[in-house]
C-alpha cells in the first residue's frame, strides 16, 4: 500500500523514519497523523485549516522535515510549529497568527502578504528544548525571502542573522545593528525629552524592546506597528532616535 493510498483509511496513522512525496495530506480521510522522524516532500496543504487532526505532524518528538511544501492561503493559527524543519517551503497567504516558533527551522522559505502575530527564534527555547532529538543549540534560519511580507508585530530574536534573510525594501520597515548598544544610549536621549507623556510612552517602548530582543543584536521592525501599544508618531520618533544614537 502506497502512502497515499493509506491516507485515505480512517483512523490514527502512524509513520516513523519515512518519506512521504507528492502527496495532499490536507484532503486526507484519517482522523490523525502521527508521523515521527519523517520527511515530506513537495506536499501540499493549500487553503486548508490545518486543525487537530493534523496537530501531531508538527509536534514530534523526532524532529519532522517539510521540503518544497506549498501552504498558500492556510489557517494554521491551531497549529505549533514544533519543531519542525522547513526547506524551500511557501507560506505565502498563510494565516500564522500566534506562531511563536521557539524551536522550529526555517530555510529558504518565502513568505508573502500579511504575517501576524509571530516569534521567529534563533535558538530552541522553552519546554522541550533540551530534549529535542535530534539535539540542536541553534535553530537554522537563513535564506528566507520576507520581501512581499506585511509584517505586523513579528519578531526575530535570539540570535536570528538579519543579514541572512531577505527583508522589503519599504521605508515602513527600520533595520538596525548593535541594538543594545542603541537601546543604552537611546535610553539617555529620550529622558532628555521635555514633553512628559511622550517620554513616558517612549520609556515603554524602549522597556519593550529591551526584553523583547535581551538576546538579539541586529533588528528588523515595522516602524509604526498598529498592535504596539505606543502611539505611531511616538513609535516613529523612537525608532529615529535609536538610529541617530550610533
Known amino acids: 500500500m502506497t502512502i497515499a493510498e493509506a491516507t485515505t483509511l480512517p483512523g490514527t496513522v502512524l509513520m516513523h523514519r519515512i518519506t512521504v512525496s507528492d502527496v495532499d495530506l490536507a484532503r486526507s480521510k484519517f482522523e490523525r497523523l502521527m508521523p515521527s522522524g519523517c520527511t515530506f516532500v ?30 498558500e492561503g492556510a489557517d494554521l493559527r491551531a497549529i505549533d510549529p514544533g519543531a519542525s524543519r522547513f526547506e524551500s517551503c511557501v507560506f505565502d497567504g498563510a494565516d500564522l497568527r500566534g506562531w511563536n516558533a521557539s524551536m522550529a527551522e526555517f530555510i529558504d522559505c518565502h513568505f508573502a ?109 515595522r516602524r509604526s506597528d498598529p498592535r504596539r501599544a505606543t502611539p505611531p508618531e511616538i513609535q516613529d520618533r523612537v525608532w529615529a532616535t535609536l538610529a541617530s544614537v550610533l
Open 42 to 71: 513537495r506536499c501540499d496543504f493549500r487553503t486548508t485549516t490545518l486543525d487537530r487532526r493534523l496537530s501531531p505532524l508538527f509536534k514530534a518528538r523526532e524532529q519532522n522535515t517539510f521540503r518544497e511544501c506549498r501552504f
Open 113 to 221: 502578504g500579511r504575517v501576524e502575530r509571530v516569534r521567529f527564534y534563533g535558538r530552541p527555547w522553552g519546554s522541550g528544548a533540551e530534549d529535542l532529538i535530534p539535539p540542536r543549540t541553534v535553530n537554522a534560519f537563513r535564506g528566507n525571502d520576507f520581501r512581499e511580507a506585511e509584517m505586523i508585530d513579528v519578531a526575530f530574536v535570539m540570535g536570528i542573522e538579519i543579514e541572512k534573510q531577505r527583508w522589503p525594501e519599504s521605508d515602513e520597515y527600520v533595520r538596525l545593528d548593535r541594538i543594545h548598544q542603541r537601546l543604552t544610549r537611546g535610553h539617555g536621549a529620550i529622558l532628555r525629552w521635555k514633553d512628559l507623556a511622550p517620554r513616558g510612552e517612549a520609556m515603554a517602548m524602549m522597556q519593550d524592546l529591551s526584553l523583547l530582543y535581551r538576546q538579539q543584536n541586529e533588528v528588523i521592525a
